[in-house]
């Protein structure tokens, strides 16, 4: 049947096509059909006749993807004819019954995604029957080539390509810039791709964009990291890997990351920009992603097999998580902390630790003996700080850059204590709440400064975190949830009393 | 932050509010994250930033569900702040994890759905989990009060309400207005709702609106029911569990129907009309929802538990379902069928069978012994044809219907045998598809009549079918894949030959 093609006001990505109920029912279509849609070119798109105001037979409204696609514009004729599914449809249900998916049939509902073939709603069947009935190994390979091959690929002329990542889930985990610089020091190439914050409270490129640049084009990133060895950029500027970012949005309101995505989500970034060794850091505790050792013994296997199936020698470090990385946690707090390290400040110690750590497990896959040490050697004689600034100016920073350049909000409220005692435990996702409050990671100087660790004394009084911001209203909303959350736990040395009765 | 709110020119029953992505990043809030709309009252909706049209900051375009919620206009301000999930986004991830849900639980997920609080990829995420993790019969119970308690009843003055349902799935079964026409012949009340076809050729309700109106009021329908003591009315004009409507949409491109859904769908409808006294009818065969006796019990014993639940006294029927019930598949031809029984016509028998076997269960249980046997004495005494003129009248229809005013599509095309031998099987599916390519059931007049059932001998070059439509090209498009489908395969008697060296 022909109809008039109209184009949305407020376009969408997802394709759609919208017409009168009256018209659909002469079409036999339901909602919620396919369409196949005719110009000069052709397309499917969903069907909606849900769309109240358009009560006008012979019109059909189209989203702007479905408008270019046929390459119509406002007012032509198109014709339009029942469509079947997708044929990954079935993939999907395939997925319920809990069987076993090939290669070839992941490829197909991968590349339906990346094509908008798919609905949201189908979308999230999928995300749905992968959280419930997970994949296998050979199935998340399969998963994360797929994932690779729909999106850009960065070619370094120079190899070995070393990388890292860090699972996520534990706030203030500033090590980022310390481990490339330090691994680049050594003369190894560490080209860096982080992530934007997306649950927690500020991601390692909201910090990195405090000082520099992380925006970089695939063009620009190879040349740093092949001239200066290291890099820290925004993966999501390049096109790696890009279903995952469309897949992202979706789970986001379900508060589901199914397994098998999320392995693929993390190995496909690294497989993209052809990292040849590996090193995941799995942080361990509760309030993160993987809540026990015994958890983060079978995340380590997992990755270990895929790494062997995709070609990358990848090794596992078990981080503790239980609190927070450091004392500060915010853009520009997390940034003066990192630099302070990286200009020779011995505290906090939890962070050199575990950046000397994991640079000393990436040192020793390059052939360098007693990592760790190595790593700390580099850090103690300047020459970090040194590939740190030639980074940082690489990416357009300043490389005079000094940490007391990175200002906090001028906003500040402090939190006490109401008893003595110990720190017996931290919340991390409580203290992630309230710097989101106090609004990080949008607002550059907002976070939090925590005085306090676990197992450290306490007097009723003492300061147990400060509450920086940009904007006093969002501090002091912060306060309030501080206040209700109580998110650093004090206690006696005695936890449980056992009286004589309960011993006998 | 404040915004002018814009009415989307192609509103949609999905709550949704679309800013710019500028705005979104200054209010921290990401795709698919709910926000909180603030005008004379508050809505909440789900946020939309990928729309491309949307490049000028402070504009926030609301679909007209929304507007209306919070009674704004077209150019008003409106205050848009972060709001949370809502909580029944909890109980889909409990049941993604296989856990049992309470029934407040249940009952939330079921208003919000109705509220228009879930977004359809949640709802698509729900189904799946239902889909894959199933329900318990007390969740099914619970489920199914809650679908009834967000919808309209029926009230009757009258009791009993007897009633019956048909699982669906076979082709032509077209008992419906016997069925009710005998039963009310013996004096008691049959209020029936039916539903249109959603995947097969022909719903009840559109044959029987080819002779008299479906589309009834509570009112209508209570006040025919009471006094004639039967109705045949569409299920979907009045507000009988509508979340079951909304649902089933959702479900459509995923191509599920999770069997808690399918059995909470058909009782909801029943508790909602009163019933006290059900039987079901479970057509059980390849080519039908459900396949084998075993599955056909365990639906059984389902609705038998359910129904203790929910205070109905349930008895289920395992029908025959490996071919269509009688010749005709489609609204007029099933129509005509179906009065020609009433009117006196001994065939097909299986149909005249069918609907005094379920008759009789349903005479039965309002204490009528030989239940089938009266049932037929009923229909050929003429009393169930004087019974159907009445109710057909009392719906808009003409009291003198006769079965010739019926006529089919003046476009026929007829199918005939290739080889001589036995009509070994007949399949439904690929019969539905036929007919629905030769139109139905929009075209009234489209359809099929079978001139050949199971096991009788056919010789080649015999008619198998004709096909029936308003349109030419369609009725030729059904031909083509009648020979392409070969519905009705023909075997000689033989079907398997075992040879000698096999048996040893």
Redesign the interface.
Known sequence: MKFIAKI??????DPLA?MCAEDA??L?L?????VRIDAKKSSTA?L?T?????KKRGLM?LS??VMNKIEAKDGDEVDVVFAA?PEC?RT??KK?D?EELTKEEISEVVKDILNGKL???????W???L???GMNIDEIAAFTQAMVDTGDRIEFDRTPVYDFHSMGGVPGNKITPIVVSIVASAGMMLPKTSSRA?SSACGTSDFVETFCNVELDARTLKKIAEETGGVFAWGGSMNLAPVDDMVI??E?????NPRAQMLASILSKKVAVGATHLVIDIPTGEGTKVKTLEDARLYARDFMDLGERLGIRIECAITYADQPVGSAIGPILEARECIRILEGNKHPESVIEKACDLAGMILEMGGINNGPERALEILNSGKALKKFREIVAAQGGNYDIKSDDLVPGKYMLEVSSVKSGYVHSINNKDLVSIA?AA?SP?DKGAGLMLLRKKGQRVEKGDILFQIYGESEPKVLRAKDLAIKYQPIVIEGMLIKKITASKVR
């Not at 986001?252 to 589901?256: A, D, N």
Request: glycine share 8%.
């Open positions: 949305m006001d407020v376009g969408t990505a919208i029912i002469l036999g339901k909602e919620n059909d396919r969903m909606d849900t769309r109240y105001m358009i409204y702007d993807s599914s449809i999907i249900r319920m809990k609905s949201r709603m189908e979308i999230s069947a995300l749905t029957a959280y419930i009935n997306i949005k979706i986001h309101p379900l508060g589901i989101k609004g949008n």
